[in-house]
């Protein structure tokens, strides 16, 4: 579905699949999106054609990651995933030029810079942000190593091509979704290991 054409978010001209993930923002900004729109909404009330109602579980994390295991033998091209309001962690004056530039990249994963900040970095105990996160025990748990210390950008909103979701398997994504519903502050760590779970050269253990 294309939605919107109005000039003053000069977004019209792009053309990427873009995953929202909705609870109860509005979404009206995206009628500004040139492109296939899906809206993945945590309650049943959305005007979207390509709209998918699911329950409330895991924040954008599960809400991604579901998309992605729906769609996982459909997926083609690149994907832009974007909160409900993608504002409060994304320059909303440069936002949709950060998303052409990433879709034009060729890098394998992109997150969206957030005002200008080089980086957050997270503690294997979540630190400083977050203290008694399991990051370091979730990302063993993933790839059977620790980091002790994560390199992210705030806001889990990225830009992605379908290969590289695809170098890991449905099942993985599966087990991921899985991990959301078993551990609560699972999302939280997801945040923090975008990057990694899109990096071809990590292998996965479960």
């Not at 599966?174 to 991990?179: A, F, I, K, S, W």
Request: glycine content about 8%; overall charge negative.
């Amino acid at each position: 579905m294309v939605v919107g054409s109005n000039p003053t978010w000069r977004a019209n001209k792009y053309n990427m699949k873009y995953v929202i993930a909705q609870y109860l923002e509005d979404v009206s900004w995206s009628r500004d999106l040139a492109g296939e729109v899906f809206v993945i909404k945590k309650e049943e009330n959305s005007e979207f054609l390509n709209n998918k109602f699911m329950p409330n579980i895991g924040k954008e994390s599960y809400t991604y990651i579901s998309f992605i295991v729906e769609n996982y033998e459909r997926l083609d091209g690149n994907y832009c995933f974007l909160q409900g309001n993608p504002f409060d962690h994304a320059n909303h004056d440069t936002i949709f030029e950060e998303i052409v530039q990433q879709e034009n990249s060729g890098k394998d994963f992109m997150y969206f810079n957030p005002f200008g900040r080089d980086f957050f970095g997270s503690g294997g105990n979540g630190w400083p942000d977050h203290v008694g996160l399991r990051l370091d025990e979730y990302f063993k748990r993933i790839f059977g190593f620790r980091l002790g210390f994560y390199a992210f950008f705030g806001g889990a909103q990225f830009v992605v091509p379908a290969s590289s979701i695809k170098s890991r398997s449905k099942e993985f994504y599966e087990r991921l979704m899985e991990m959301h519903e078993e551990y609560d502050d699972f999302p939280c760590v997801m945040e923090r290991i975008w990057g990694y779970i899109f990096n071809r050269s990590l292998n996965v253990v479960i």
